[in-house]
């Protein structure tokens, strides 16, 4: 009897402990005011039921379920999570200019700080375009399981390119003979390249990134040379085709940016030297211009100081001008904008400086939010998921006390950051 009473116990008790697991987690945010990047509107007084990790009812007759926790924002701006399209969260600027030398294992048991950095500054997803040692396939996995806090990844694993291009990561014969083949993105010729593709997506790329032109921050002395043939880029760009990726194009040169439009590329990166003809190509294909625009203050400001050669601060100057008024000249033509701003050039964390940038070269500040949110989840192909606080997507959600929409950099510090429904900074409510 007091065996089959125990039994009865222990049964009980397991069930009683499914029973909490399988509860959902219920959570209303009240919004003051929310940015609806879909419409481009901001509605007044809303509530936003979630439940676990997804948004379940927006609306402003919401019943609040008696089991819900209350987060109340009601004097606050609240929008989706920004999406920034061009970060390398292994890299860091503040390290100094020779830190670009420093093993992968250096870079990796930093990238965690760098991760929690981009979040807590309201990031809830990014797209690395390009790191070594697959430690973004790691940082990626690692954040997935809840190991450590950051945002949400895709990943380009190693940037692929040429000998002699900006993805060509061995400054000297004797590094490059350390160097085994699988562990660099370095490829050279149609076969080649198409391995190198196939090799990127059999360990986890979600996004193939590949050095159409030489670049500014590499040795190159000219800017915007083209480092493949369209042959090639025409190759690479069918590989990931077949494989179900997008391809995101490195690319300053204004042949080069034609080239990789023709070959079918997702997005341009930085399109700094961009032509009337490239931004009608870009407009007739679709093709998203990923610009920037903060970046040059930063590397004027402050590269000297970290080291870095008179040859690279030169080319700045220069392109770093024509940069922003070839952005403004595209956007206004209708050219596909996403945010993305190279973060890891400069210090993570300082993502949200952008907005204003955009906003000084042509954008409003809806506009300049939009980018981040609806524009970047549409070229990631996550529209179903992110980009947007509406039903069925993740309960990413970030907000601001001030107006955004009057004075933009406040989203510089933002206030309050829920990713994937989770509470990850919140200076609003007590």
């Known amino acids: 009897m007091k065996k089959l009473l125990l039994s009865a116990i222990l049964l009980i008790s397991v069930f009683a402990i499914l029973a909490v697991a399988q509860t959902p987690k219920i959570t209303v945010i009240k919004a003051g005011k929310l940015i609806d990047t879909e419409k481009g509107v901001v509605l007044n007084n809303q509530m936003i039921l979630i439940e676990n990790n997804f948004i379940k009812a927006v609306g402003a007759n919401i019943q609040i379920p008696t089991n819900a926790t ?65 430690v973004s ?186 940069q922003r008024e070839n952005f403004k000249k595209a956007f206004q033509a209708g050219v596909k904008i996403a945010f993305g701003t190279d973060a890891g050039v400069y210090p993570h964390g300082l993502n949200a400086r952008q907005f204003s940038i955009l906003t000084q070269w042509g954008m409003t500040p809806m506009q300049a939010i939009q980018a981040a949110t609806k524009g970047s989840s549409d070229l990631l192909g996550w529209n179903d998921k992110i980009g947007s606080i509406t039903v069925g997507k993740f309960a990413d959600i970030v907000a601001v006390t001030a107006n955004p929409l009057e004075k933009i950099n406040v989203l510089e510090n933002v206030e309050f950051v829920m990713k994937d429904g989770m509470v990850y900074k919140n200076l609003i409510t007590k």
């Open 137 to 322: 396939l790691a940082m990626k996995n690692a954040i997935n399981e809840g190991r450590f806090p950051g945002p949400r990844m895709a990943i380009a694993n190693y940037y692929i390119g040429a000998t002699g291009s900006p993805a060509d990561l061995s400054r000297s014969p004797w590094m490059q003979s350390l160097m085994p083949p699988e562990m660099t993105g370095i490829a050279d010729g149609v076969d080649a390249i198409r391995k190198r593709v196939r090799y990127m997506v059999k360990n986890g790329a979600d996004v193939i990134k590949f050095g159409a032109s030489s670049g500014v921050l590499s040795d190159e002395a000219v800017v915007g040379v083209p480092k493949y043939s369209q042959e090639e880029m025409n190759a690479l760009v069918e590989e990931s085709r077949m494989l179900g990726v997008k391809v995101a194009a490195h690319s300053h040169g204004t042949e080069a940016i034609k080239m990789a439009i023709k070959a079918g590329v997702s997005s341009i990166e930085h399109g700094s030297l961009i032509d009337d003809e490239g931004i009608r190509l870009m407009k007739e294909r679709g093709t998203y211009l990923v610009a920037d625009i903060y970046v040059t203050d930063y590397i004027l400001s402050e590269y000297a100081k970290l080291g870095a050669p008179k040859l690279i601060l030169e080319k700045e100057k220069v392109v770093g001008q024509k």
């Open 70 to 134: 209350v987060i109340d924002l009601s004097n606050a701006t609240v929008m989706p999570g920004f999406i920034d399209m061009h970060v390398h969260l292994m890299n860091d600027a503040g390290g100094g200019f020779d830190a670009r030398n420093r093993s992968f294992v250096d870079s990796a048991v930093s990238s965690h700080i760098f991760a929690k950095r981009t979040l807590e500054a309201g990031f809830t997803t990014v797209r690395d375009l390009g790191s070594v040692g697959f």
